[in-house]
């Protein structure tokens, strides 16, 4: 099932920021958007501050995989945008699943399964 495309541009990063709805957990996150569509886009932003070039593709990596295997329980027609926090970078797969789970819950955008 392909329900996502990326963010890929800067100026749709800065609206979502400018205009969505953000909320927070102690490794990730959220800012959420209305993008007047059928489908998601997901964008993953992941700062220097991380680390190093791999340990910033092996969060974004985890954090899109997680988004992926969950993606049937996010509602549809949104701009997501997921920041990573420093802490992020020493977490397992697991624990950036529970927290950006956390995240979708926090946004009332979860629908299907209950967490």
Not at 32 to 55: E, H, P, Q, Y
Not at 85 to 101: M, N, T
Not at 103 to 109: F, V, W
Request: with cysteine.
């Amino acid at each position: 099932m392909d329900y996502s495309e990326s963010l890929r541009k800067n100026k749709d990063f800065q609206k979502v920021y400018r205009q969505g709805a953000s909320y927070a957990n102690r490794l990730l996150v959220m800012y959420v958007f209305d993008n007047a569509t059928d489908r998601n886009r997901l964008g993953i932003s992941v700062s220097k501050k991380v680390g190093n070039s791999v340990v910033r593709h092996r969060v974004t990596r985890l954090i899109r995989e997680s988004y992926r295997l969950n993606e049937n329980c996010f509602q549809r027609g949104l701009d997501i945008v997921v920041v990573a926090r420093v802490q992020a970078k020493e977490k397992s797969y697991w624990d950036l699943e529970s927290a950006l789970i956390h995240l979708g819950n926090m946004h009332h955008i979860i629908i299907g399964k209950k967490w």
